[in-house]
C-alpha cells in the first residue's frame, strides 16, 4: 500500500478501536517499527493528530477523542453528488444492522463522511432523516457469533458450532467450512460444506448459537458447484434444481409481480387473456409455496403436480381454522 493509504490507515484503525497496540499496527500494515515511528511522527507534527501511547492500556490512542479524531488527510475528495451516494449507502447500511453487527466498523466511516459532507450544501444529518429503510421480514435475534464467522470466512478455517433449527426443533453440534455469507429478505444465511452431513447446507446465522474458529483449514468448494447447489433454485431453500414450477397470475396481479425476480434464470411471457406465466427450477419448496399463499386467488400452480397439491393442501388447512 502507498504512504497515504498506511496513514489512512493508522488513522482508521485507531477510530474503530480507540486503543491500538503496536503489535497491531506492524502486522497489519506490513511495516517495520522504524516506519510506523515515521508514520507516526508524520501524523503528529504534519496533521496535528493528537494521537499518544496509553501506556495503561498498552496501545496508541487519540489524546482528545472530540478533536483528535476530526483531523483530515489529503487525497481523498469527492463532489457533492459522490458524497451523497457515499451517505446514503453508510445510512442504508446502518439500517440493515438488526444486531449491530457492521456499526461499530460504521461509525467511524460515517464521521469521515460527515466531515466531507460539512463542506456540501446538503447536510448529513439532513439526508439521514429524510431516507428510511424498514426490515419488515428480519428476525429481530441476536446474531452473537457472527463476528467469529467472519473470521473463519475470510481467514478460511473451519468453525465448529452449535445450531439450532427451528423447523426440527433441535440443537446439534457440527465443524463447518464457511463458503460465503448471504443477506437474504433481511437475514443472514451462512453457506458452509457441513462435515457431520458430509454435504452442502446452509445455516441461518440467527440459529447459530455459539461458533468457534478451528486451526483446521477449511475445505475449498468450487465456486460452480457453489452457484449450482444455491443459486440456480429457488430462494434459500435451494439446492441442485430437479422441478420445474410454472405459475400463472391473474392480469391484476400481474402488474406487481411482472416486474418482480422471483428467480436469476426465470422465463415469463404473457397469455392472450392478460395472465402472467412464470416459470423457473426448485429444488425444496417450503419457501416457494409460502410465497404463492401470499398471493392468494391472484396466482394458480400449473406445475408441477406436487408443488400445485401442497398448496391446495395448505389452502384447505388453512380453511379449516376458520371452520
Known amino acids: 500500500m502507498s504512504d ?61 477523542p472530540n478533536l483528535g479524531e476530526k483531523f483530515e488527510l489529503p487525497g481523498l475528495w469527492f463532489n457533492e453528488k459522490e458524497a451523497t451516494a457515499l451517505v446514503l449507502m453508510q445510512h442504508m447500511l446502518s439500517n440493515l444492522d438488526q444486531g449491530g453487527l457492521i456499526g461499530p466498523h460504521i461509525d467511524p466511516l460515517m464521521e469521515i463522511i460527515d466531515g466531507i459532507m460539512g463542506q456540501t450544501e446538503t447536510s448529513a444529518k439532513e439526508l439521514r432523516k429524510r431516507i428510511k429503510v424498514f426490515g419488515m421480514s428480519a428476525r429481530k435475534n441476536s446474531l452473537e457469533s457472527f463476528e467469529e464467522i467472519g473470521v473463519g470466512l475470510l481467514k478460511r478455517n473451519r468453525l465448529n458450532i452449535s445450531y439450532y433449527s427451528k423447523g426440527k426443533d433441535e440443537a446439534t453440534e457440527r465443524d463447518v467450512s464457511p463458503q460465503r455469507l448471504i443477506f437474504y429478505r433481511d437475514n443472514w444465511y451462512l453457506d458452509a460444506f457441513c462435515h457431520l452431513r458430509n454435504d452442502l447446507r446452509s445455516f441461518a446465522v440467527d440459529g447459530i448459537k455459539k ?113
Open 4 to 64: 497515504l493509504e498506511r496513514l489512512h490507515r493508522i488513522k482508521y484503525m485507531i477510530q474503530a478501536r480507540k486503543c491500538v497496540p503496536i503489535d497491531d499496527f506492524l502486522s497489519e500494515l506490513e511495516i517495520s517499527k522504524a516506519t510506523f515511528k515515521r508514520d507516526l511522527e508524520y501524523l503528529r507534527d504534519r496533521m496535528n493528530a493528537s494521537i499518544v501511547f496509553d501506556r495503561a492500556d498498552g496501545g496508541y490512542r487519540f489524546d482528545k
Open 211 to 323: 461458533a468457534t474458529v478451528l486451526n483446521t483449514k477449511a475445505q475449498e468448494i468450487a465456486e460452480k458447484t457453489l452457484q449450482e447447489n444455491f443459486a440456480e433454485s429457488y430462494g434459500i431453500f435451494s439446492g441442485k434444481a430437479t422441478q420445474r414450477a410454472k405459475l400463472q397470475f391473474t392480469p391484476e396481479k400481474a402488474r406487481w409481480v411482472s416486474s418482480e425476480t422471483w428467480h436469476g434464470q426465470q422465463v415469463s411471457s404473457f397469455d392472450k387473456e392478460g395472465n402472467y406465466l412464470l416459470e423457473f427450477d426448485y429444488n425444496q419448496d417450503p419457501e416457494l409455496v409460502m410465497e404463492i399463499l401470499k398471493h392468494g386467488n391472484g396466482v394458480q400452480v400449473l406445475a408441477p403436480a406436487a408443488l400445485r397439491n401442497k398448496v391446495i393442501s395448505e389452502l384447505k388447512k388453512t380453511i379449516s381454522v376458520y371452520e
